[in-house]
């Protein structure tokens, strides 16, 4: 079946540092959908990218939906503290309602 | 606004037991998922309802069955406990072509 694959798999970072993580996939996606999960509780929703080349921001958050309609990437500025979790990038099998994601990039900020 | 809700929180399985994973959401959403949450896996589409009165298999269908029991319901049931089930049981619901919004999450053990 189709994979999305999320890199890097974890990151260990510095207060203040930015951080850049990517999603790529062998098939093109009409919609790229960025999650960010903290612990014990379910996925959140930061950003939705719904056309190619586009570059939307959320606060410190930037994703930008690839050109190739077959990747993603996700950006974080000046990271803190509250910016630990797990970040997962989906999106939905062209033409199905059927939602699928990332393995998940596990971010970890040292004050 | 509760949003999507899933009972129990947590539960602890024999294995060969059965049990039903309860959700509910109240967005008045066409659409939706059960996930299972594994580590280093991500999530994982069980079974999806692209609107009340259908149900389609995701990725992981294998060991369950769901009941779409009427716009705001769906359940995920598990006849045959197996410890290859213990996991975390993600409920997500959403408008057509508009992201999923995710419930906490059922922690299932099965021993």
């Known amino acids: 079946g189709q994979q999305l694959n999320q890199s890097p798999q974890s990151m260990f970072i510095q207060e203040g540092e930015d951080v850049s993580m990517n999603c790529t996939s062998s098939?093109?996606?009409?919609?790229w959908l960025w999650y960010k999960q903290e612990p014990g509780e379910g996925p959140v929703l930061l950003i939705a990218?719904?056309?190619?080349?586009e570059l939307t921001s959320n606060g410190r958050l930037t994703a930008q939906f690839g050109i190739t309609r077959k990747d993603s990437f996700l950006n974080i500025s000046a990271s803190i503290p509250s910016d630990v979790g797990i970040y997962f990038c989906?999106?939905?099998?062209?033409?199905?309602?059927?939602?699928?994601f990332g393995t998940g990039t596990r971010l970890k900020v040292l004050a | 606004n509760a949003g999507v809700t899933q009972t129990p929180k947590f539960q602890v399985l024999k294995t060969g037991q059965s049990m039903t994973l309860q959700c509910a959401q109240d967005?008045?959403?066409?659409?939706m998922y059960w996930y299972r949450q594994d580590p280093g896996m991500g999530l994982r589409l069980i079974y999806y309802?692209?609107?009340?009165?259908?149900?389609d298999k995701g990725e992981v269908p294998n060991g369950y069955n769901v009941s779409r029991l009427n716009k705001r319901e769906f359940s995920l049931r598990l006849e045959s406990a197996a410890p290859s089930q213990t996991s975390v049981y993600f409920c997500?619901?959403?408008?057509?072509?508009?992201?999923?919004?995710f419930g906490n999450g059922t922690r299932l053990t099965v021993t």
């Open positions: 997500a619901s959403s408008v057509v072509d508009s992201p999923l919004h």
């Open positions: 098939s093109i996606f009409n919609t």
């Open positions: 990218l719904y056309k190619a080349g």
């Open positions: 989906a999106g939905p099998v062209l033409g199905t309602y059927k939602y699928i």
């Open positions: 967005m008045n959403h066409n659409s």
């Open positions: 309802s692209a609107s009340e009165g259908t149900t």
